[in-house]
């Protein structure tokens, strides 16, 4: 219960931190939603091309591509606030008090968590308010800020394991552009059977494809076990590998004092 206490005062820490940062929370908003609106406003013929699965409007198909874009920033945003932390010995003190070392990580990743709440909730009321039909109503738009919430999560332990690798704040921010390039190698965007080679065979198994999709499927279709299975498992594959990477960092942190 104490581990817990911790965790959730750090996670409440973290969210505080978030939203007085404008640098931190208005990029996770303005930016998925500014493209949201441009892409489907310019390119929304593009549901008329052969091939594209059938949907009442490209709007429809990119709300959940915003929603995981949001998400990657989260995590993003939150491997820079912690590399803040680090810079102002903030860490330092907490791996000196008698807590777990992993509640250190985990109250940032919590904060993460509440964070990709809010975004999933901002995104599903733009979606409503601009026609956006959820095919399987009040359980699918759960269903959609539980994967988004754990998608959070999952990329938040690889901005955590980069800041605790590099400790600076820079470093962290300078993979934001990664993060596009992540997102347009899936089908965040457009389907892969539009894409044209290497990016449709890299769409097809990037892990952020089949999150995108778990997402999308209530909002364009009716439920699809095998789709929702495949975005559950490679959330839980990113946040495994985010997790290792944190579990590297921090024993490298500590022999290093």
Do not use: K
């Not at 606030?81 to 807590?99: K, N, Q, V």
């Not at 990329?155 to 390039?181: E, I, K, N, W």
């Amino acid at each position: 219960m104490r581990t817990l206490a911790v965790i959730g005062e750090l996670g409440r820490r973290s969210v505080r931190q978030t939203f007085r940062r404008p640098q931190l929370m208005a990029p996770l908003l303005i930016i998925p939603t500014l493209l949201l609106a441009v892409q489907s406003a310019g390119a929304g013929r593009a549901v008329d091309l052969p091939g594209f699965p059938p949907v009442e409007s490209f709007f429809d198909f990119l709300l959940a591509g915003a929603m995981v874009q949001a998400a990657l920033l989260a995590g993003n945003s939150g491997g820079i606030a912690m590399a803040i932390d680090i810079e102002m010995g903030f860490t330092d003190r907490l791996l000196a008090a008698p807590i777990p070392r992993f509640a250190i990580v985990a109250g940032r990743l919590a904060g993460t968590a509440a964070v990709g709440a809010v975004i999933a909730v901002w995104f599903l009321v733009i979606g409503v308010v601009f026609g956006a039909t959820i095919e399987e109503g009040i359980p699918g738009a759960l269903m959609m800020i539980v994967l988004v919430v754990l998608a959070a999560l999952a990329f938040g332990t690889l901005g955590a394991a980069l800041a605790l690798r590099t400790g600076s704040a820079s470093v962290v921010q300078g993979t934001f552009p990664l993060v596009f390039v992540i997102l347009f190698l899936s089908t965040a965007f457009f389907p892969a059977d539009l894409l044209l080679e290497p990016a449709e065979t890299i769409a097809r198994v990037n892990p952020l494809s089949f999150v995108v999709t778990a997402v999308r499927d209530p909002v364009i279709s009716a439920w699809s076990a095998g789709e929702l299975a495949a975005g559950f498992a490679a959330t839980l594959l990113i946040g495994a590998v985010g997790i290792w990477l944190c579990s590297m960092a921090l024993r490298r942190r500590l022999r290093m004092g």
